[in-house]
T-cell receptor
Framework: GIQVEQSPPDLILQEGANSTLRCNFS?????LQWFHQNPWGQLINLFY???GTKQNGRLSATTVATERYSLLYISSSQTTDSGVYFC????????????????FGQGTILTVHP | DTEVTQTPKHLVMGMTNKKSLKCEQH?????MYWYKQKAKKPPELMFV???????INESVPSRFSPECPNSSLLNLHLHALQPEDSALYLC????????????????????FGPGTRLLVL
């Protein structure tokens, strides 16, 4: 099945700093999702980004499907950005499906200090 | 409304108990999922329901029994669990997309509920 690797595993920032998180995947994907898990365990979907670039406030994401990676940019970080960031890609199935099982990377633990 | 709800938020049960976890969504999604997450690990898929039918079972032990009564509800029945089953159980839902050229199915944007923290004593 598809392998998903994230880097760095841990990231400590001062409030206001910018950061880039990386997600590499071992196979071509038809979609790539980024999630933020807050300290209470809630997983929030940040981006559904098969390819190209999307922006949502201080966050943006870029997926280069042909080179099998995606990047999540966080600008002007805030303490509320702390938590674990996961990327996830679906397993490819028979007949070109891309469905069902999401395989998650190990996550990047982000800590933002005031 | 982009919300998936789960009850209960916390659950403590003995190894001989029977309990159920409940999940609900009103986004019209036709795929619903159960994931299990251990501390400091990513979520791992347990089951997928597609159009109210079980489509993926990731070799989950039979002490976990999923049920999809209708397109909005998903249950997970628990019986004779072991302490190692203690974890955060996450429900998720997504729309089912279709690739235009192949008609193959595609998972659309996935929404997770807040989870149930389960402790098995």
């Amino acid at each position: 099945g598809i392998q998903v690797e994230q880097s760095p595993p841990d990231l400590i920032l001062q409030e206001g700093a910018n950061s880039t998180l990386r997600c590499n995947f071992s196979d071509s994907v038809n979609n790539l999702q980024w999630f933020h898990q807050n300290p209470w365990g809630q997983l929030i979907n940040l981006f559904y980004i098969p390819s190209g670039t999307k922006q949502n406030g201080r966050l943006s994401a870029t997926t280069v499907a042909t080179e099998r990676y995606s990047l999540l940019y966080i600008s002007s970080s805030q303490t509320t950005d702390s938590g674990v960031y996961f990327c996830a890609a679906p397993q490819r199935g028979a007949g070109g499906t891309s469905y069902g099982k999401l395989t998650f990377g190990q996550g990047t633990i982000l800590t933002v200090h005031p | 409304d982009t919300e998936v709800t789960q009850t209960p938020k916390h659950l403590v049960m003995g190894m001989t108990n029977k309990k159920s976890l409940k999940c609900e969504q009103h986004m019209g999604h036709r795929a619903m999922y159960w994931y299990k997450q251990k501390a400091k690990k990513p979520p791992e898929l347990m089951f997928v329901y597609s159009y109210e039918k079980l489509s993926i079972n990731e070799s989950v032990p039979s002490r976990f029994s999923p049920e999809c009564p209708n397109s909005s509800l998903l249950n997970l029945h628990l019986h004779a669990l072991q302490p190692e089953d203690s974890a955060l159980y996450l429900c998720a839902s997504s729309q089912v997309g279709v690739f235009p050229r192949t008609s193959g199915r595609r998972t659309e944007k996935t929404y997770f509920g807040p989870g149930t923290r389960l402790l098995v004593l």
